[in-house]
């Protein structure tokens, strides 16, 4: 109910805000994108209406445990989907920046296959996930090398050691 009636103001909003954009164009050219927006329009007020007269419906019981249970997955899609990738991404630039772009690569290929290995099964994590992980990361920055450098012969970008 308030994905919907959120997503209703967003389109409602930003159609009118580009149908207002649109006074440059040639008034043949305009159609097109005029019909559209207006279809945009209507959809974004048709979904606040759906939403507002949905709410009404909804109990509060059921919209407050409904809530709750949107917060905690939201709280592990904000850790485990957002924070810990981010916080990889990050990683791997400071290497990218200090080491070069190869060692880089290798690292963010061999920390995705295990991560992911582990959102998968965390009782998973053993000896021969660690040894697949490095053949896979070895494997892919030898692809990568012999495409990128050897083969079409292009830069790749140096670190500040290497």
């Given at each position: ?66 809530r ?12 485990f ?69 050897l ?12």
């Open positions: 109910m308030l994905s919907n009636l959120i997503l209703g103001v967003v389109i409602f909003l930003s159609s009118i805000f580009f149908y207002l954009q649109m006074t440059d164009l040639p008034e043949r050219s305009a159609l097109f994108p005029q019909y559209v927006l207006w279809g945009m329009t209507i959809v974004g007020g048709l979904l606040v209406v759906q939403a507002l007269l949905e709410g009404r419906k909804k109990v509060a019981a059921e919209e407050l445990k409904a709750c249970e949107m917060r905690a997955q939201f709280n592990d899609t904000l850790i989907q957002v924070a810990v990738p981010g916080t990889l991404l990050l990683m791997a630039y400071g290497l990218l920046l200090s080491v070069g772009f190869y060692p880089a690569s290798a690292f963010l290929v061999f920390t995705i296959y295990s991560y992911h290995a582990y959102r998968i099964d965390a009782a998973n994590l053993d000896r021969s996930l660690w040894i697949r992980a490095i053949g896979f990361a070895a494997a892919i920055t030898l692809f990568m090398y012999l495409i990128f450098t083969l079409l012969g292009l830069p790749a970008p140096s670190g500040a050691i290497f």
